[in-house]
């Protein structure tokens, strides 16, 4: 028997050990594959958190609406940052922390995040480079 596990964080390294622990103490056998997933970049990051969600925030509060940078972070990620479950038959929405996302991850966040802007008429400059794009 073979039990795939995919480790996004850190946080998630201790329990998959134990399960890995268990599961040899009952006989079975693991395997187990390492991979390296090139993370985020800083400058991913800086461009969501100095220009886009700050460009968000403006334009909510030229309309009388006051959001902090914290509460649109969690509004994004909640439309844009989960993964789906079943559970008792149903899709469910799980939030996942960009702590261990991929660079490829982030950017389809992004790509999301700006697709979303533009629907809303919101202004959001290009960044230098297409550090952030796949």
């Known amino acids: 028997m073979s039990i795939v596990f ?3 964080c850190q946080k998630e390294l201790a329990p998959l050990c134990l399960a890995i622990m268990k599961a040899v103490n009952k006989g079975r ?3 187990c594959e390492v991979k390296s997933r090139a993370s985020k970049s800083m400058e991913q990051l800086g461009y969501y ?12 509060r030229e309309d009388g609406n006051e959001y902090s940078l914290a509460q649109l972070n969690t509004f994004f990620n909640d439309l844009f940052f989960y993964r789906e479950e079943e559970i008792a038959g149903r899709l469910i929405k799980l939030p996942r922390s960009k702590s261990g996302a991929s660079k490829d991850e982030m950017a389809e966040f992004l790509e999301k ?5 533009g629907e809303q008429g919101i202004d959001i400059p290009e960044p230098d480079k ?5």
């Open 6 to 8: 995919d480790i996004s």
């Open 29 to 31: 056998f693991v395997t």
């Open 49 to 60: 958190h100095g220009v886009i969600l700050p460009r968000v925030r403006r334009f909510f």
């Open 113 to 117: 995040v700006l697709r979303w802007c």
């Open 130 to 134: 297409t550090y952030f794009l796949k």
